[in-house]
């Protein structure tokens, strides 16, 4: 009976989802107030009972109810308690619901943090929500209800969970990725009720960058996680494959870095607006995207959930629904969308564009890497190809590459209009260091060239110096230095903590792939082996016993430079409901290096193969993500998106240039 609680709760959320996506925005355009109040408690009670939806499904699997199919797939009597949680979202069911519940958290808060806005633009916002929130809740109930009985003869005991799922990355791996996913829904209904209302002024741009901001910071930390728990978990020794399931997330997160910035030039001088909308639409389709390939069954990946191609063609056919819909209505309105304010060839504008252009670009050719095999086996009646991970490098690369050159030229530039004069003067010091130190540094720490090390850490340095110089040149006029710090604004510093650490990840992804060293070998007990300037010593494999496996767990003995380390256990595990193996590695993670041990398979003769990789500067790639995500926080937590206070845009101070940390909320005009 309580699984029906569960089943009936999700119609109850569909119903209100059908209402909070007709009523509200019905009232915000007749201006008929009680249709417009009712968002927020609409919004409230779409919520509520998702929230118990969720609960009671949790419930199902913590007591072991494997009258629920979704349970009896993804669970057994034996699989610890936090497994058995997190196994909620351990298959399609689930996750689906678990993504859906996560809209209706963003549609609360978007309830909670709007009171400073019009309640027509806010109703308009929640209905556009309330739509999205209809599509997922129906598409549960008609092709994948989590609830679904296995009646009468339910099974004694469930199958398990998939064994690289039970890992303490896939508890808090999927969440942020899925908050940070269905986050740029709450930008796509921003765009689409400024679209609605006529509002596409800068005032819907600086309503939308938080939301923005924090969507996008919670999206790096989720792609981030998933980058560290395939690391860990998965025994290749790599932190990206290119993996057709790995790259929507990527397309999303570089759409979504598009529009930040394109906000920030909307919202300072009110320009780039269709550019900014569109950015916003497909920020959200790219999402939509990623649902579409992990749960259409078009592949098979660890990362893929459903194998039903009835699920595809619904959500395809809700992605065309949503994507034509609101590109038809971004044609419609086109013409509201025209700037008033220019800007000269060299300024930050155009900088900023030129960025966006290339991340624009590096989505689109990792969308077609992406999606050529799946089209090419259609059309040419099941054959297979792959498109691996040299063609991604190729193209993404040098993208990259020039994306860091531009980029500190757009922060140290000026609105408006710029001086060549200006940025020779400010940035070729940082140039010329940058390059110098780019060849001495690689050089002096490994006493090797690598053409490749030395662009890579002069691009990153070019970041790194070009903040510093900025920085400089801001607190130039000040009292002090500590003064000067104290007066840049909260989104500025924000700002640059995040490009801070994009050139953290980008130092981190070079160099590790540059020098990094393995080792593939056959050792028996009391044998021994050098990679690098480590000695390993193999002492053999003892049996272990986990609560739901039983494994080989292997000890290796550490020397660096002759001086004993610290032991390292790799295991090899065989969970015994499943009769699936799983492969623990054992890693001595370090700043400037990693240890990493993956245990193979045992031969007759005694030996067990295993691979061994020393790498370096990896866990920058990590550090980089966490700074990312830190500026955009940061960012939001600037003061003038808390004023209540709104004063106008006019041309005079648009065409003057805003400045970083100006304190007017532009409204329409």
Same mark, same amino acid.
């Given at each position: 009976m309580v699984p029906e609680l569960g089943h009936f709760s999700l119609i109850l959320a569909f119903c209100l989802c059908v209402i909070l996506g007709t009523l509200p925005l019905i009232g915000a355009s007749t201006g008929n107030r009680l249709w417009i109040g009712l968002a927020r408690p609409l919004t409230a009670g779409v919520f509520v009972f @998702?929230?118990?939806?969720? @609960?009671?499904?949790?419930?199902?699997?913590?007591?072991?109810?494997?009258?629920?199919?979704?349970?009896?797939?993804?669970?057994?009597?034996?699989?610890?308690?936090?497994?058995?949680?997190?196994a909620v979202w351990g298959g399609h069911e689930g996750s689906f619901l678990f993504w859906t519940w996560m809209l209706g958290g963003w549609m609360l808060a978007v309830s909670i943090f709007s009171k400073a806005m019009p309640d027509d633009f806010v109703a308009r916002v929640l209905g556009v929500m309330g739509i999205i929130g209809a599509g997922y809740t129906l598409f549960m109930i008609a092709t994948s209800n989590p609830f679904d009985r296995v009646l009468p003869l339910s099974p004694m005991d469930g199958a398990d969970l998939n064994s690289a799922l039970q890992d303490f990355g896939f508890i808090i791996h999927p969440p942020s990725l899925y908050m940070g996913y269905v986050g740029f829904s709450v930008v796509f209904a921003f765009a689409i009720a400024a679209l609605l209302s006529g509002r596409l002024d800068s005032a819907w741009a600086r309503w939308s960058r938080p939301w923005a901001n924090t969507a996008w910071a919670i999206l790096t930390i989720g792609i981030a996680l998933g980058s560290w728990w395939a690391y860990y978990e998965l025994g290749w020794g790599g932190w990206w494959a290119w993996d057709p399931v790995e790259n929507p997330p990527m397309i999303n997160w570089l759409l979504g870095t598009a529009l930040i910035h394109s906000l920030a030039v909307t919202e300072k001088r009110g320009v780039f607006k269709s550019w900014t909308v569109l950015l916003a639409i497909m920020a959200f389709a790219s999402s939509l995207l990623g649902t579409f390939i992990t749960r259409s069954g078009l592949l098979t990946s660890v990362h893929a959930f459903a194998s039903d191609p009835t699920r595809g063609v619904y959500i395809?056919?809700?992605?065309?629904?949503?994507?034509?819909?609101?590109?038809?209505?971004?044609?419609?309105?086109?013409?509201?969308? !025209?700037s008033e304010f220019g800007f000269a060839a060299i300024s930050r504008e155009v900088f900023l564009l030129i960025n966006n252009i290339l991340l624009v670009v590096a989505s689109a050719a990792i969308l077609l890497g992406t999606l050529y095999p799946m089209v090419y086996q259609a059309m040419s009646g099941g054959e297979l190809i792959s498109v691996g991970p040299p063609f991604f490098n190729l193209i993404f690369v040098p993208l990259m590459a020039i994306l860091v050159v531009f980029l500190a030229m757009g922060s140290i530039s000026r609105w408006k209009k710029t001086s060549a004069q200006y940025l020779i003067q400010q940035l070729g010091i940082v140039a010329a260091a940058s390059i110098g130190l780019g060849v001495i540094l690689p050089l002096v720490l490994t006493t090797e060239f690598s053409i490749g090390a030395t662009i890579a850490t002069s691009l990153g340095l070019w970041i790194v110096l070009g903040i510093v110089q900025d920085i400089r040149v801001k607190?130039?006029?000040?009292?002090?230095?500590?003064?000067?710090l104290k007066s840049l604004a909260v989104s500025y510093i924000g700002m640059q903590i995040a490009h801070l650490g994009f050139a953290t990840i980008l130092l981190g992804a070079s160099l590790t792939s540059i020098y990094s060293i393995e080792k593939s070998v056959l050792l028996q007990a009391g044998e021994q082996m050098d990679l690098g300037d480590y000695h390993f010593e193999f002492n053999g494999t003892v049996p272990v016993t986990g609560p739901n496996y039983i494994a080989d767990r292997?000890?290796?003995?550490?020397?660096?430079?002759?001086?004993?380390?610290r032991e390292m256990y790799p295991e090899k595990r065989l969970y015994t409901q499943s009769g699936s193996p799983s492969t623990e590695m054992a890693i001595d993670a370090g700043f400037w290096r990693d240890l990493f041990i993956t245990l193979g398979e045992p031969r007759e003769s005694g030996a067990w193969s295993m691979t061994i990789y020393v790498k370096p500067f990896v866990r920058w790639v990590w550090l980089g993500a966490i700074l990312m995500a830190m500026g955009a926080v940061v960012a939001v937590l600037d003061k003038r998106y808390r004023r209540l206070k709104v004063r106008t845009l006019t !041309?005079?101070?648009?065409?003057?240039?805003?400045?970083?940390?100006?304190?007017?909320?532009p409204v329409s005009t």
């Open positions: @998702l929230t118990i939806s969720l @609960l009671i499904l949790g419930y199902s699997f913590v007591t072991d109810d494997f009258s629920v199919r979704f349970v009896a797939q993804h669970s057994n009597s034996l699989l610890p308690l936090q497994y058995k949680i997190t395809l056919g809700f992605l065309g629904f949503v994507v034509g819909g609101s590109l038809l209505l971004f044609a419609l309105r086109a013409p509201l969308m !025209k607190i130039a006029n000040k009292e002090s230095t500590l003064a000067g292997a000890t290796f003995r550490v020397f660096e430079d002759g001086e004993f380390m !041309k005079a101070n648009a065409q003057s240039g805003a400045k970083q940390g100006d304190e007017y909320q």
